[in-house]
């Protein structure tokens, strides 16, 4: 047949000119001419725009799909007159410009889709009472869409798609767009309305890690995956050396192979790119292209080639063998490709505490972080009769006179804000001590909530929250006779402060290089970069932890930008993991309790619980001897600081009087948020740092001042001393340009004083710190104990790889290798083969349901791409870091545990004892290895080590030492490096691990099913072999430990 050039089957490509002589098509074109069985006619431009369709040329199979510019009705027209074999159906074409019948035919045919909702309008700016816009959602037909979510154009060709941010995470869009330059999305911090100008899908944010999928079909069984950072995160885009975006290609599930499948039968389209959002073990398709091909990878042009002969043949020439030659045509002359822009990169095996071998490999990293510098937490709380306080409280619980109201939005705090206003009088109602009125101090705490209302120039609903809860009724009668009761009394509690300090974020920017070290770092982003790095990060839901958790990605990743994006993207709130002491609040009241006796008594050093050898088995250990003595220090220290600011609070409230009220300028979340350096102009106007003013740091003292010491009583309250250290510290790490006398002799009374309570709250003995520990990180040693389980799951499925079946896929080296190309049958449900996916590796539907990506190994261009690093950053506050430290160094004293060794080693648990604070991003991690030289039943081969880090350097503070001022200039502190807690060359092995912590954590079989419903088998389904290896593993344990 190549030899009769009569014989060969024509193939018109009537496309437009800049598609056809693309380098994907011609490489494709030019190996289909190759086979000899085809004659390739280019229509060109000037005959698809300027000839009659009569004078086309004529072929047996009609490669057409629309481009900017291409008459796709033409086309039809000349479909319809000539009949050729169409790969791609042109009518469905005219679907893909529309976006609402895209979804509308992928919902018809069943593949899951993003919640979405359509508004239609008839012209720009038509109000439409079906759609309402409120600060954090739109609603839709009642149908509500909260913040973030997307909005598209329905017009399929206008690529300007929005993403809205949520007030709590900063507000703000970001637009996406087709790249320019390195650039493909832009943030815009000011812009939260959406856009009236005409039609809009929105549709639910689908967080999906940072990662997009694009997939590329040729033909219904043919499916190449490729994953790229999303544009969704910073906007940047990764190129290679050549400038082409950087792409990896993935392998699919089972579920995504049959989408692809499914996709092509839907819109008739044979060769077609469609994109793919993963997100907690579910796909769905967001976008279909058309006619789409790869760029680069020369087995996919061999690939595609092999595919479309096919297609052509059983179309045209049913009757000729579409067998693939020993050795294709291209293939008999053609030089050795380079290696297409992909680098190969080497295994990247990461170094470690000890050596155990060439053959070790990192497998998984577990780090549980505490959140950056941050300013003091603070309280109010006031009785309120003020009739507009009452009306705003029933205007927002919808009008229930017995309900409590939580004002948290941008609008609900403007409101409060404005009523708030009228009610503080503008001159100035004075500073004077308790036993003043009651009037005076009411009128100064509805001063202080305006003060917090006004900080910053912008609302944040993570950083101030307000509750008011009705106290006090009367009876009053309705019009109409019925009676009801009218609130005349309310408490109102507004909760502040907290909030993530530029010098919080720099620390969680660069604590990345502590956390991990130099080189383990490099080879991370490195496996990041080439989807080998399964990545997640978690935070529990307050403000300031996901703040440190998005500026920590940031540095880890080498990301750009603004913080917001980078949240909603990578970080997921679990607030039942990371959140709460609820349910140890009964047993720390009871430590509390026992701490307040042993310091108020003589000789509390002898006090003894256990092993007299070790300094930190005694009750109350950590405590100063003269704790009684240093505690009247304290108390005037204390007021010496807060008369010193009463002072200036008093001299900013009369240039406030004295002058006309400046309006509130409209807020500006990001712009605060985002912000990595002090305000030098602040600073050097005498202003205290950050946004807080005069007035707000007085109060900030005297609450301090009032519940550290009850006058009358002459009682101390040793649970205030955390809260007077916490304020101490932060003044003179930020405010020392303000040149408080005694606040450096009240740091040091104060850390002393902390130091020693601090570590006592969450326990008074080892064993009821352990029982502390225990309750409250119960949930998240459950989750660590998972991601480990997974992981040596992980390694052990890819340990005997030859174990495991081939995937069928296009073998161009074998003449009985043949692709079966089936028309789609909506009603088979066969999982077809597809070239990026392998039975061995199926999505790993785990315990905690997360999203994986795998390279595929056929067509990565990168060495040892099976190789894989689990990474799990769990984001929280110092409760769970003490409780954690406190589980690992005390699990042995448990009496399931007797006779066993602590997971700490003794010198680690003496550094730990005299470790002063788990301060501002003190840590632990936990780094899981793989020794491939060992047996896999042999528990060595897998092993933990465990670091920790006690965070910010507060021996700065302490140091008047030029150099120190110097760096002390930007108020932040550097992160220690990571001490190990284990002798070096110890080894613990992860059933070692597992055992000691067992008995404190969570069962995975107790952890919430996940909210949607998705078929799972089982680990040992996929692969047979796998079971055997399990099986045969399980008998030699067993047998092993009867013989013992």
């Given at each position: 047949m190549a030899g009769n050039a009569t014989k060969?089957?024509?193939?018109?490509?009537?496309?437009?000119?800049?598609?056809?002589?693309?380098?994907?098509?011609?490489?494709?074109?030019?190996?289909?001419?190759?086979?000899?069985?085809?004659?390739?006619?280019?229509?060109?431009?000037?005959?698809?725009?300027?000839?009659?369709?009569?004078?086309?040329?004529?072929?047996?199979?009609?490669?057409?799909?629309?481009?900017?510019?291409?008459?796709?009705?033409?086309?039809?027209?000349?479909?319809?007159?000539?009949?050729?074999?169409?790969?791609?159906?042109?009518?469905?074409?005219?679907?893909?410009?529309?976006?609402?019948?895209?979804?509308?035919?992928?919902?018809?045919?069943?593949?899951?889709?993003?919640?979405?909702?359509?508004?239609?309008?008839?012209?720009?700016?038509?109000?439409?009472?079906s759609f309402v816009e409120h600060e954090d959602y739109v609603e839709v037909h009642g149908k509500r869409f909260w913040k973030p979510f997307v909005e598209k154009p329905v017009d399929g060709d206008n690529h300007s798609i929005m993403i809205y941010y949520p007030s709590s995470a900063g507000g703000g869009m970001k637009v996406l767009f087709r790249k320019v330059g390195n650039r493909s999305s832009e943030f815009h911090p000011e812009v939260s309305r959406v856009r009236r100008e005409s039609s809009y899908i929105y549709e639910e944010f689908i967080p999906t890690g940072g990662t997009d999928v694009k997939v590329y079909t040729v033909g219904p069984d043919y499916a190449h995956a490729e994953a790229r950072k999303s544009p969704v995160v910073d906007g940047v885009v990764m190129r290679n050396p050549d400038g082409k975006e950087v792409r990896y290609p993935v392998l699919l599930t089972p579920a995504e192979k049959q989408m692809a499948w499914e996709v092509c039968g839907a819109f008739q389209q044979a060769v077609c790119g469609f994109d793919l959002l993963r997100c907690k073990g579910r796909s769905y398709v967001c976008d279909v292209n058309g006619w789409s091909f790869v760029v680069n990878p020369h087995r996919y042009y061999d690939d595609a080639a092999c595919l479309l002969r096919k297609i052509f043949l059983d179309a045209k020439a049913p009757h000729l063998s579409s067998t693939i030659p020993p050795i294709l045509p291209w293939k008999l002359n053609e030089p050795i490709q380079p290696s297409e822009g992909l680098a190969r990169l080497e295994s990247g095996i990461i170094g470690t505490f000890g050596t155990f071998g060439q053959s070790e490999e990192l497998r998984c990293v577990i780090a549980i972080i505490r959140h950056g510098d941050r300013t003091p937490k603070q309280k109010v709380k006031l009785k309120v009769t003020e009739e507009k306080l009452l009306n705003l409280m029933l205007k927002y619980n919808g009008g229930n006179t017995k309900s409590e109201t939580k004002l948290k939005s941008a609008v609900q705090l403007q409101d409060l804000l404005d009523a708030t206003r009228l009610l503080v009088p503008r001159a100035s109602s004075g500073y004077g001590s308790d036993s003043e009125a009651e009037g005076i101090e009411h009128a100064e705490k509805l001063q202080q909530v305006k003060a917090v209302l006004e900080e910053g120039g912008h609302f944040s609903g993570i950083y101030r929250k307000v509750q008011l809860k009705p106290l006090k009724w009367i009876k009053e009668t309705k019009s109409d006779g019925d009676e009801f009761e009218r609130p005349i009394e309310a408490l109102m509690v507004l909760k502040y402060g907290g909030v993530l300090t530029h010098a919080g974020r720099k620390q969680n920017f660069a604590a990345k290089c502590s956390s991990f070290s130099s080189g383990e770092g490099t080879g991370l982003l490195r496996l990041h970069s080439t989807y080998r790095h399964d990545l997640k990060i978690y935070s529990s839901d307050e403000g300031r932890v996901q703040m440190s958790a998005a500026a920590f990605a940031k540095g880890l990743l080498d990301l750009e930008g603004q913080l917001t994006p980078i949240l909603v993207s990578l970080v997921s709130k679990e607030s039942s993991m990371l959140d709460g002491l609820v349910d140890a609040r009964a047993e720390m009241k009871i430590a509390k309790s026992r701490l307040h006796d042993i310091i108020m008594s003589e000789g509390m050093s002898t006090m003894e619980n256990g092993n007299s050898g070790f300094p930190w088995m005694i009750d109350g250990a950590g405590l100063p001897a003269n704790f009684s003595q240093l505690l009247p220090t304290l108390v005037q220290l204390t007021k010496k600081i807060t008369a010193q600011v009463k002072l200036l609070a008093e001299s900013e409230d009369e240039n406030l009087a004295n002058s006309k009220y400046p309006a509130l300028a409209a807020y500006d979340q990001a712009k605060a948020l985002g912000k990595t350096t002090i305000d030098v102009a602040r600073i050097a106007s005498g202003l205290p740092c950050g946004s807080e003013c005069f007035l707000l740091m007085f109060a900030r003292w005297k609450k301090l001042q009032r519940e550290l010491y009850h006058e009358r009583k002459e009682r101390y309250d040793i649970t205030q001393i955390p809260d007077v250290y916490d304020s101490c510290k932060y003044?003179?790490?930020?405010?020392?340009?303000?040149?408080?006398?005694?606040?450096?002799?009240?740091?040091?009374?104060?850390?002393?004083?902390?130091?020693?309570?601090?570590?006592?709250?969450?326990?008074?003995?080892?064993?009821?710190?352990?029982?502390?520990?225990?309750?409250?990180?119960?949930?998240?040693?459950?989750?660590?104990?998972?991601?480990?389980r997974n992981t040596r799951e992980e390694a052990i499925n890819i340990y005997e790889p030859n174990d495991l079946p081939e995937t069928p896929s296009i073998n161009t080296n074998k003449e009985e290798s043949e692709v079966q190309v089936r028309t789609p049958n909506k009603n088979d449900k066969t999982r077809w083969p597809s070239s990026t996916c392998e039975n061995s590796q199926d999505d790993v539907d785990d315990d905690d349901k997360e999203t994986k990506y795998r390279l595929d190994p056929k067509y990565a261009n990168v060495k040892s791409p099976e190789r894989h690093v689990r990474?799990?950053?769990?984001?929280?506050?110092?409760?769970?870091?003490?409780?954690?430290?406190?589980?690992?160094?005390?699990?042995?004293?448990?009496?399931?545990?007797?006779?066993?060794?602590?997971?700490?080693?003794?010198?680690?648990?003496?550094?730990?004892?005299?470790?002063?604070?788990?301060?501002?991003?003190?840590?632990?991690?936990?780094?899981?290895?793989?020794?491939?030289?060992?047996?896999?039943?042999?528990?060595?081969?897998?092993?933990?080590?465990?670091?920790?880090?006690?965070?910010?350097?507060?021996?700065?503070?302490?140091?008047?030492?030029?150099?120190?001022?110097?760096?002390?200039?930007?108020?932040?502190?550097?992160?220690?490096?990571?001490?190990?807690?284990?002798?070096?060359?110890?080894?613990?092995?992860?059933?070692?691990?597992?055992?000691?912590?067992?008995?404190?954590?969570?069962?995975?079989?107790?952890?919430?099913?996940?909210?949607?419903?998705?078929?799972?088998?089982?680990?040992?389904?996929?692969?047979?072999?796998?079971?055997?290896?399990?099986?045969?593993?399980?008998?030699?344990n067993t047998t092993n430990a009867t013989k013992q």
């Open positions: 060969r089957i024509k193939v018109g490509v009537c496309v437009m000119e800049k598609k056809a002589t693309s380098s994907p098509m011609r490489k494709i074109l030019e190996r289909l001419e190759a086979f000899g069985e085809f004659e390739i006619i280019n229509f060109g431009d000037k005959v698809i725009l300027e000839d009659p369709v009569e004078s086309w040329p004529i072929c047996d199979c009609l490669v057409a799909f629309y481009s900017t510019g291409f008459p796709l009705k033409k086309a039809q027209t000349y479909a319809a007159l000539r009949k050729p074999f169409l790969v791609n159906e042109l009518e469905p074409q005219h679907l893909l410009h529309d976006r609402r019948k895209v979804y509308e035919r992928l919902e018809l045919f069943g593949i899951p889709v993003p919640k979405y909702a359509l508004v239609n309008r008839e012209y720009p700016y038509q109000e439409l009472y003044d003179l790490l930020h405010n020392t340009h303000l040149n408080l006398d005694g606040l450096p002799e009240l740091f040091k009374v104060t850390q002393l004083l902390a130091d020693g309570v601090v570590h006592n709250e969450y326990g008074i003995n080892p064993k009821q710190k352990l029982k502390i520990g225990s309750m409250i990180a119960r949930r998240l040693l459950g989750k660590i104990l998972i991601d480990l990474t799990r950053l769990y984001f929280t506050s110092e409760s769970h870091i003490h409780s954690l430290v406190n589980v690992l160094r005390y699990c042995n004293l448990d009496e399931s545990l007797y006779g066993e060794d602590s997971l700490v080693s003794i010198s680690a648990l003496e550094k730990l004892f005299l470790t002063r604070e788990l301060d501002y991003m003190s840590n632990i991690v936990l780094r899981m290895f793989e020794n491939t030289e060992v047996p896999l039943e042999d528990p060595k081969r897998f092993r933990i080590e465990m670091s920790f880090s006690h965070g910010a350097n507060l021996e700065l503070l302490e140091n008047s030492d030029k150099e120190v001022s110097s760096l002390l200039q930007e108020h932040t502190l550097p992160i220690m490096a990571p001490e190990r807690l284990q002798e070096a060359g110890a080894c613990l092995t992860l059933d070692k691990f597992e055992k000691m912590v067992r008995p404190f954590a969570m069962p995975a079989e107790d952890f919430p099913p996940p909210s949607f419903q998705q078929t799972f088998t089982g680990y040992f389904s996929r692969s047979g072999a796998m079971f055997e290896r399990l099986v045969r593993l399980f008998y030699k």
